[in-house]
């Protein structure tokens, strides 16, 4: 901001002890800002002095400031943000758990059926093989399996831990 000799400037006011409107009579060295003013109230000079309050521009933001202040005096209560959390978590494994448990809780008990059954040698999955329902079945990526059906001549459907999967056999 450039002051200038004769405008006019908000100032607190050592007379009126008051923010009046006031004229610059003297500046500083360099334009530093106002040296002397006068107030156009009362007509008095004095040594500049910064407002007190602040300007009319900067207040809407104090009842801001005092909420802010309140709030961080009181924190919220410790249960809303708990009960979000919680419900949040639950959504969460309500969401992941019944299609991919499902399928793992049914892989499980399959892959417990073969070792009790023990001795049914696992055939390494390969579009060259052939597979019957009933067969495990140990896929490179895809893990331990058990073939579910065989879907046609050269397709079968094999349930792995991460669930069906559709793959190509007997293609010699
Ligand atoms: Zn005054």
Same mark, same amino acid.
């Given at each position: 901001?450039?002051?200038?000799?004769?405008?006019?400037?908000?100032?607190?006011?050592?007379?009126?002890?008051?923010?009046?409107?006031?004229? &610059?009579?003297?500046?500083?060295?360099?334009?530093?800002?106002?040296?002397?003013?006068?107030?156009?109230?009362?007509?008095?000079?004095?040594?500049?002095?910064?407002?007190?309050?602040?300007?009319?521009?900067?207040?809407?933001?104090?009842?801001? &400031?005092?909420?802010?202040?309140?709030?961080?005096?009181?924190?919220?209560?410790?249960?809303?943000?708990?009960?979000?959390?919680?419900?949040?978590?639950?959504?969460?494994?309500?969401?992941?758990?019944?299609?991919?448990?499902?399928?793992?809780?049914?892989?499980?008990?399959?892959?417990?059926?073969?070792?009790?059954?023990?001795?049914?040698?696992?055939?390494?999955?390969?579009?060259?093989?052939?597979?019957?329902?009933?067969?495990?079945?140990?896929?490179?990526?895809?893990?331990?399996?058990?073939?579910?059906? &065989?879907?046609?001549?050269?397709?079968?459907?094999?349930?792995?831990?991460?669930?069906?999967? &559709?793959?190509?056999?007997?293609?010699?």
């Amino acid at each position: 901001m450039v002051f200038k000799v004769g405008g006019d400037i908000d100032a607190y006011c050592t007379k009126c002890r008051l923010d009046t409107i006031h004229v &610059v009579v003297a500046l500083k060295a360099d334009n530093a800002g106002p040296k002397r003013v006068e107030c156009k109230s009362c007509g008095g000079q004095h040594m500049y002095h910064a407002p007190k309050l602040p300007s009319r521009s900067e207040a809407p933001s104090q009842p801001a &400031v005092v909420n802010r202040s309140a709030a961080a005096r009181n924190p919220a209560p410790p249960k809303p943000p708990k009960a979000p959390k919680a419900a949040k978590a639950a959504a969460k494994a309500a969401a992941l758990s019944p299609p991919a448990g499902a399928s793992t809780r049914d892989w499980l008990r399959r892959m417990e059926d073969l070792a009790l059954q023990g001795g049914t040698p696992i055939k390494a999955y390969s579009m060259r093989e052939t597979f019957a329902a009933g067969d495990p079945v140990s896929h490179p990526k895809f893990g331990k399996g058990v073939v579910l059906e &065989v879907l046609e001549a050269k397709k079968c459907a094999i349930l792995f831990e991460e669930g069906r999967k &559709v793959l190509a056999m007997g293609n010699v």
